[in-house]
């Protein structure tokens, strides 16, 4: 039985390429000091004494800024390539995480927030298509749970560095955050051999020429995405309020739950996209994961307020992400081509963007004006929808007579 356990484990890792590897090992150090944004909310409403509609509109911004920046950073990307945009996002965003920790004032740290996010979110595009062109058609999804595996066990260090670092002094967490972001510039400098991915174009048979905003089934693609992660983001924004002002936890096990998350992640998510991909439809394993991610929200009401249920809801959600998540991405990047990828890959990026606008917005407002047992019923309800969106959208794509669409990169491409 262990053998066979350490046999999957190989078999999943196996045929990913040297730079798939050492992208990962960049993102790994720059999201082990992922801190500032799970804990913005409470920074703001604890530390600086704002409300939680202030907080909420400080965490928008970060949207704000993240839509500006994944929009210039896919027009960079497909017009200069990845690698540039990549170090400099690393770099200028870094720098903006320790500017913004001095920032007290409402007003500046609303408008420290936008360029923060704005230089931090503008790595997306880059990064998307950076794993794409070092991964093959074959392993692409694996390729991209890779990266969010370092992310993951990033941000389990991060989440739980971070709870430990708030309970010290929450400034601490800005330093770290902007240190790890400028080391992972200079890993990548230092790792990865400089790339110029419009040398490789005959990497890719292309399944769509079309500008991205043009592709009608990717446009009601990004709409539903938005609408999950809208959900997907109450549990770095609002669901850390809900856990300290309602059930009283303190910041180390909040942040303990954002490292369950993580570690989740780090031990299953590959082991999962191994064993199922090319099973179904990516878009099946993507509906499955936003109606998983419902119950999450559901068990906040229908369960007891304890620290197992607590858990339950953390583990749920995760699932949901592992299963929706990776499966997302294959669904875009199969979409697009190589001369329009920083569009697809923007686009996306632009949708969770827009999410981390409407998250903390709607969520504050909810729970300030109904109450938290109304929000995530809220929640619950638009994941349900958005899972029945994927639905439709596979059966109309299936229609449209283009299965490729949809179906794993380990058979198309």
Same mark, same amino acid.
């Given at each position: 039985m262990l053998s066979a356990t350490a046999s999957l484990y190989k078999n999943a890792f196996n045929g990913l390429s040297k730079n798939t590897w050492y992208l990962s090992v960049v993102m790994l150090v720059n999201r082990s000091g992922t801190m500032v944004i799970p804990f913005?909310?409470?920074?703001?409403?604890?530390?600086?004494?704002?409300?939680?509609?202030?907080?909420?509109?400080?965490?928008?911004?970060?949207?704000?800024?993240?839509?500006?920046?994944?929009?210039?950073g896919g027009i960079i990307t497909d017009k200069f390539g990845f690698y540039s945009q990549q170090f400099a996002s690393l770099l200028l965003g870094g720098v903006m995480f320790i500017v913004t920790g001095f920032l007290h004032t409402y007003l500046s740290l609303c408008i420290g927030t936008f360029i923060l996010s704005f230089f931090n979110e503008s790595f997306r595009p880059a990064n998307a298509t950076a794993i794409a062109y070092y991964s093959e058609p074959g392993n692409r999804t694996r390729s991209?749970?890779?990266?969010?595996?370092?992310?993951?066990?990033?941000?389990?260090?991060?989440?739980?560095?971070?709870?430990?670092?708030?309970?010290i002094d929450y400034h601490l967490l800005f330093w770290v955050d902007g240190s790890t972001n400028i080391i992972a510039a200079l890993l990548l400098f230092k790792l990865l051999p400089y790339a110029?991915?419009?040398?490789?174009?005959?990497?890719?048979?292309?399944?769509?020429?079309?500008?991205?905003?043009?592709?009608?089934?990717?446009?009601?693609?990004?709409?539903?995405?938005?609408?999950?992660?809208?959900?997907?983001?109450?549990?770095?924004?609002?669901?850390?309020v809900f856990f300290k002002?309602?059930?009283?936890?303190?910041?180390?096990?909040?942040?303990?739950?954002?490292?369950?998350?993580?570690?989740?992640?780090?031990?299953?998510?590959?082991?999962?996209?191994?064993?199922?991909?090319?099973?179904?439809?990516?878009?099946?394993?993507?509906?499955?994961?936003?109606? %998983?991610?419902?119950?999450?929200?559901?068990?906040?009401?229908? &369960?007891?307020? #304890? @620290? +197992?249920? !607590?858990?339950? =809801?953390?583990?749920?959600?995760?699932?949901?992400?592992?299963?929706?998540?990776?499966?997302?991405?294959?669904?875009?990047?199969?979409?697009?081509?190589?001369?329009?990828?920083?569009?697809?890959?923007?686009?996306?990026? %632009?949708?969770?963007?827009?999410?981390?606008?409407?998250?903390? &917005?709607?969520? #504050? @407002? +909810?729970? !300030?004006?109904? =109450?938290?047992?109304?929000?995530?019923?809220v929640l619950s309800i638009v994941c349900v929808f958005a899972s029945l969106g994927i639905l439709l959208l596979e059966q109309k794509i299936k229609a449209a007579g283009k299965p490729a669409a949809i179906t794993s990169s380990k058979t198309t491409l």
């Open positions: 913005m909310t409470m920074y703001c409403t604890q530390q600086l004494h704002f409300s939680l509609p202030q907080a909420g509109i400080v965490m928008s911004l970060f949207g704000a800024g993240a839509i500006a920046g994944a929009y210039i991209y749970s890779l990266n969010r595996l370092a992310i993951n066990l990033g941000w389990a260090v991060g989440g739980a560095l971070g709870g430990l670092l708030a309970s110029n991915s419009k040398d490789s174009v005959i990497k890719d048979r292309p399944l769509q020429k079309q500008p991205a905003y043009t592709d009608k089934f990717y446009v009601a693609f990004i709409i539903i995405t938005f609408f999950f992660a809208a959900c997907f983001f109450q549990m770095f924004t609002i669901q850390p002002t309602e059930w009283h936890y303190d910041e180390i096990f909040i942040g303990i739950l954002m490292a369950l998350n993580g570690l989740i992640i780090v031990f299953t998510e590959m082991i999962l996209v191994y064993s199922i991909e090319g099973k179904r439809p990516n878009t099946f394993f993507i509906r499955i994961g936003f109606f %998983i991610s419902a119950i999450s929200f559901a068990s906040l009401n229908i &369960l007891p307020a #304890s @620290r +197992i249920t !607590a858990c339950i =809801s953390i583990i749920l959600i995760t699932i949901g992400e592992m299963l929706s998540m990776p499966f997302m991405s294959s669904f875009y990047i199969q979409r697009s081509a190589l001369h329009n990828r920083g569009q697809y890959a923007a686009l996306y990026a %632009i949708a969770w963007s827009l999410a981390q606008i409407a998250a903390p &917005l709607s969520g #504050s @407002r +909810i729970a !300030a004006s109904y =109450s938290f047992t109304t929000l995530w019923w």
